[in-house]
């Protein structure tokens, strides 16, 4: 696709723009989901399983409705029958079906400390929290399996009764916790290892932690006495939470409309429709909008986090660094339903690297934990925290500079991706060759004891599925662009940009929002890095139709044919005459007097090819021998963009990126006692703040991507995969101790320190 | 068009299908404009003139400002400077501008009683009317005029020191209070007068009503941060009140978002912006919400009412009842500003009557009341009051049966309207064919004293303008209308009904919404009985859109041309090879897993050509000689609709506008007292209710229109037309008092029949 930043002159893209919402945002005006207020509306609370794992024998809830103010309560009994059939949906929905219905409220069973067992609306919140200590649930207590590697024991508890691993042979014997066993390869990797001048093989494991967003997950909805249902919510995709809400509840999609909310930060943990069906159930039965907002401890103990890992990580090198064989066992830790993103960390796994036998295997692990959501770049943190710190071994017994391991390995268009599909144009090569010539790999570290720098690589591939979206062109040449497209990282703003760029108009005569499920072409999820790449392309195509409207008008005006029509600028014009021309204000105006008819463009696009993304980053930290706290000195974020159609923007999604890597690799972890949630609380689940980082350098590198719109690829996800591996390689550096398991705390480190000591000594 | 209608099996053309919104409403949830309740929402109050005419010298609101929980005040200072030659914007907007801005807030000059002056918002009503009372105006008081014909008068006083009469030819030497002259001919008046046997001439006067909705007018506007302006609106048109918030406070189109609520009755009272724009200065001073809703005495002081009229008619026969001219001089009070809907009744006035020689003049003429809107066919009512019972004059003074009369007299399809275009399609004729054979007309009136029998025609042109609307089609095959065509009289139900039969699905699987400007395609607003026609002719058009768009996917599917692709009842296949078959929801959830893409049509239409309405009620009454009271015995309204989408619903906007027209006719009035209403509220300003009417017999024709869906013709504004002649000719045959001015009280018909009686005895 010829681009328009490919042309000199692009007025806009390529500029760092304000926000448009930054306004609203830091002043607080911006109306998140729990700013919603509607005339008799109720307020709702969810009861939750005190125990991690029990069968629910008895419900009775005749107290709690009897008490004053109490409107409504509802149990998993008030669903309606499912369709098993229905599955996930296509690409609606990312959750089964019957699974969403038992995350929504427990059936037979409590699958985890916080599982939500009976809701209450009534019209006030604290009535409605007393009405939850008059359920009276009688348990029968279950031993629980918290971890994933214990869940796979043939003894272990069952989660699932009926739930059999999915593999591509016959349905197994037995039910087991393995939901699925994924399994792909090429080559022949046993020949690689046998080829290879070393085998090397390590071991890892990373644990469960929160995507951090500030807003606590809330939802509204109002069951009209029509049927008709409306919903609030705080979401990246208001149509997954349409399906959702119609599937689990058998209300058709037309008779749900989903209004998006500005959403207080995702990152993949907004995705399922968690409160939205429990609130149209409520509302249902009340007769009355119902808000729910969650508790910062129900967030931590009831929403989707991201999914532990265990793994085993072999590869065999040549004496020049050069990869003959690539193993990976990954098991995953899906918490109580199957899902973990085990497809995802696959795909990251050796994405950096070119290797022609290849193997990798896969577990999707149920625990009595909450079901995983997605996580920026869902499974690559944890994956990558793995092989980077292995290869980094490899280099190091090969004697081999680490960087220049990488660029013996690096892929390039041609080389296979994991799922065996050839990469398109890529920039990882130009990444390292950037890192190469960059102080910050280049410049040695300052003097000092207990210091080292580490680097390590990423990659995501990005999600495309569908975006759609229309364009308006008021009377006045003022434009609105209009989708259900989730902003979350500044899509409204970017969108802007191509949007002015397309048409050829001031910034200031742009607006974009965000509109509702009935208002709004059908638009996949925020999500996989996929807003600028495929929501850009989609706004392209509605730019495009709507200026061949235009063109049809002028030419209509002209009596010529709309190929003789020339725009640039605000004006078009007949090729053969100059002089016949008309500005764009005067046929938005006139669209609304002469039989031409208002312009309003439709772009739509579906699966495109994925835009490759790779990063590399370089940490420079010190490490305090007395206690194992690590300062990070410097951190620089490399990363291929293909375009970046706003910079500060995509540095912001960088930083951002490394900070919750490092908020991973350092000291984020979900502390479960004997199944039950210890540390519900941003005062126990430590967060890296401005205090504990430097600023992040980023450097933006720009190798086209093969289709979309400027060569543009996502860049929201890619910065959370390297900071792991980054931080233990420099960790290693710094103290001769080799991490195996994230996060690496203060305990963690001086723990190892102490035994490399001992190691030393003895 | 060839229509589905005419095709046999139309399954849900023609049906009366339930209101969608009916429970909604009934049940007082559905979400009127004083529903809305915003975070940190303030309360709007408009401090008001006492006087009639009065210079405004001076506004002090220090001490307004200074009460505890006043967030702002508001006065004509606080404008923006405007683009005086920006003037009515096209069709968005339907009066003036710069008179707009001194409607919402009186500049210099106090006009009428209600004239608002100031606005407070604050954090409760209380405090709000508390600080009204608070701001200080010095005003210097002036002498009302308060009808038009005083206004007219030359040393009547002047409203506006610059208002210069328009007329075709020079610019008027003086200002006055006639705002504009308008004069319609054809043919050679004189000579037809001339050539007559029977030269009539007779004066009328009409008075200043209320449109009755039962919902006060409200208002509701959000400035965000950044600037962004949203205002919830109950009102007939979302796109004229974001054009009236934008040029009156100089915003760009894209700016401003208006949302629109569920409209409690409208009757053309709510189309221009009267709070909105307050609502908007309120909130931007105060970085608020603003709600501002008036009260039934705001209601009736200070939105725009109908427009009382004076008249002349003149006519010429052949004793065979023939007219040879017909003339009429018709004078239109606006109000305090100029827009009394002339043109209106010039177009009603003898639109039932064909007549080669015809001069029309009329006169818009300023006076000291609120500036009037548009009331259910503006003009329509009072001028049919005048020529019907003129015309029932004549036809008695020529020994001629009324019918006859009219039959003798009727147009039909290339007889020219007032406006000097032909005709297309009508069904005047008809009409009066099937008066002839009804039981309202042949059964004789049961016998008793001062019973008569009225019959009057009306005649209402239509109003066309632009309507668009896209509709998608979602993933399990339900489909979603949506545009910014405002419901005021069951179009969701109708265009549900369309759809369904357009698109061959359930109408269940069919949903209508209305969304708001930033979401929807440019529409104009829901009036002239417009909306049916040419919103109906734009909602057909997007489902022949969507059509293709999923014909093209199935022909996708089955590798074949679009063109091969047929279609019924929900299933596509190949002409040739009917086993290539596909279903609607098949190919509907595979647009969004496919290129395809989701399906998503646009229909507009602009200006289609006039789809003209006739109508003729029958009305037998009674009225008490003693008292001079009015029963209404029976009553029937023959309409010719083209073809009732929904027959119910076209019966119920024909009683409803019998139902006003009859209170128009008989008892409603502003009782105005040197400029003072003395009459707002719903106790001394009588509408009939259901006890002071018979039920409203209707007889539905279908003579289809030339042009749009099915040969529909809008229904909602003709039944208004013909009630005021119907009653005055039936109390006339009950009486033998000729009644010239409207209302027809029992005071005014008591006094009639008096003199009757005396002129009888003397």
Chains 1, 2 share one sequence.
């Not at 069968?55 to 409705?65: E, Q």
């Not at 995953?332 to 990251?348: E, K, L, R, T």
Request: with cysteine; aromatic share 6%.
């Amino acid at each position: 696709m010829p681009t328009t930043a490919d042309k000199p002159g692009a007025k806009y893209i390529g500029k760092s723009i304000d926000k448009v919402d930054a306004l609203e945002r830091v002043t607080g005006k911006a109306t998140f989901g729990a700013d919603i207020h509607l005339p008799g509306m109720l307020h709702g609370k969810v009861l939750r399983s005190p125990h991690p794992h029990a069968w629910i024998k008895r419900i009775d809830a005749r107290k709690a409705l009897a008490l004053d103010g109490v409107k409504a309560v509802v149990t998993a009994a008030d669903f309606p029958p499912i369709d098993t059939a229905a599955g996930t949906i296509g690409g609606e929905l990312l959750v089964d079906i019957v699974d969403l219905r038992k995350m929504t409220l427990a059936h037979d069973k409590a699958l985890y400390d916080g599982h939500s067992i009976a809701a209450v609306a009534a019209t006030t919140p604290e009535i409605a929290e007393r009405a939850l200590e008059l359920i009276e649930v009688e348990y029968e207590v279950l031993p629980p399996v918290e971890d994933s590697l214990d869940a796979m024991k043939p003894n272990a508890p069952l989660l699932h009764e009926a739930l059999y691993t999915k593999t591509l042979g016959e349905k197994p014997s037995k039910p087991s916790n393995v939901a699925a066993y994924i399994e792909s390869s090429r080559g022949d990797v046993e020949r690689g290892f046998a080829e290879a001048d070393l085998v090397h093989e390590t071991t890892y494991s990373t644990v469960m932690v929160h995507q951090g967003y500030i807003e606590p997950t809330t939802a509204t909805a109002w069951v009209q006495a029509d049927g008709k249902v409306t919903v609030w919510s705080s979401t990246q995709g208001i149509f997954g939470i349409r399906r959702s809400v119609s599937s689990l509840l058998d209300i058709p999609l037309h008779r749900v409309n989903v209004i998006p909310m500005e959403v207080g930060g995702a990152f993949g943990g907004k995705i399922y429709a968690i409160l939205e069906p429990l609130a149209v159930l409520l509302s249902r039965k009340a007769g009355r909008p119902v808000k729910i907002v969650m508790s910062r401890a129900e967030v931590f103990r009831a929403t989707g986090p991201g999914s532990p890992m265990h793994a085993v990580i072999k590869t065999g090198t040549k004496k020049n660094g050069a990869l003959t064989a690539c193993y990976a066992k990954i098991i995953m830790d899906a918490g109580a339903f199957p899902g973990a993103p085990v497809g995802g960390a696959a795909a990251v796994s050796f994405g950096p690297y070119k290797v022609d036998n290849l193997k990798i295997e896969g577990y999707d692990v149920v625990t009595n934990k909450p079901r995983v959501q997605a996580y920026r770049a869902p499974g690559g943190t944890p994956i990558a925290f793995a092989i980077e710190t292995h290869m980094d071994e490899v280099a190091e017994k090969l004697g081999i500079d680490p960087l220049k391991f990488r660029v013996t390995n690096a892929p390039d268009e041609g080389d296979k991706a994991t799922n065996d599909q050839p990469y398109n144009r890529i920039g990882m090569k130009e990444i390292l060759r950037r890192i190469s010539r960059h102080s910050s790999w280049t410049t040695p570290l300052e003097p000092g004891p207990h210091r080292g720098r580490g680097l390590a690589c990423g990659y995501w591939q990005g999600a495309t599925l569908t975006s759609s979206a229309t364009l308006m062109v008021n009377s006045d040449g003022t434009m609105t662009l209009n989708s259900g497209q989730v902003d979350l990282t500044g899509t409204r703003t970017t969108t802007r940009q191509i949007v002015a760029e397309e048409m050829q108009v001031p910034i200031e005569d742009v607006d974009v929002r965000v509109g509702d499920t009935d208002s709004s072409p059908y638009t996949d999820l925020s999500a996989g890095s996929r807003t600028a790449y495929s929501f850009g392309a989609a706004v392209n195509a509605a730019c495009k139709h709507a200026l061949s409207q235009l063109k049809g008008h002028a030419a209509a005006q002209f009596k010529v044919d709309s190929k003789e029509v020339q725009y640039a600028n605000g004006k078009f014009w007949v090729r053969e005459n100059p002089e016949q021309n008309v500005n764009l204000r005067t046929l938005a105006a006139n669209s609304l007097r002469r039989a031409s008819g208002p312009v309003c463009g439709y772009g739509t696009v579906t699966r495109l090819q994925a835009a490759h993304q790779f990063a590399a980053h370089v940490a420079d930290v010190e490490v305090d021998p007395d206690t194992g706290k690590v300062t990070v000195l410097r951190y620089t974020a490399f990363q291929d963009v293909g375009k970046a159609i706003n910079p500060v923007q995509v540095e912001g999604q960088m930083q951002g990126g490394v900070s919750q890597g490092a908020g991973w690799a350092l000291t984020e972890y979900y502390h479960y006692d004997k199944g039950t949630l210890r540390n519900p609380t941003f005062l126990d689940y430590r967060m890296p703040t401005a205090l504990d980082l430097p600023m992040i350098d980023c450097e933006i590198i720009e190798v086209p991507a093969s289709d979309g719109p400027y060569g543009v690829r996502g860049v929201g996800e890619v910065p959370i995969v390297p900071p792991g591996g980054a931080l233990a390689n420099a960790i290693y550096r710094a103290t001769g101790a080799r991490l195996y398991n994230l996060p690496m705390t203060p305990e963690a480190i001086f723990s190892a320190m102490q035994k490399g000591q001992k190691r030393k000594k003895g």
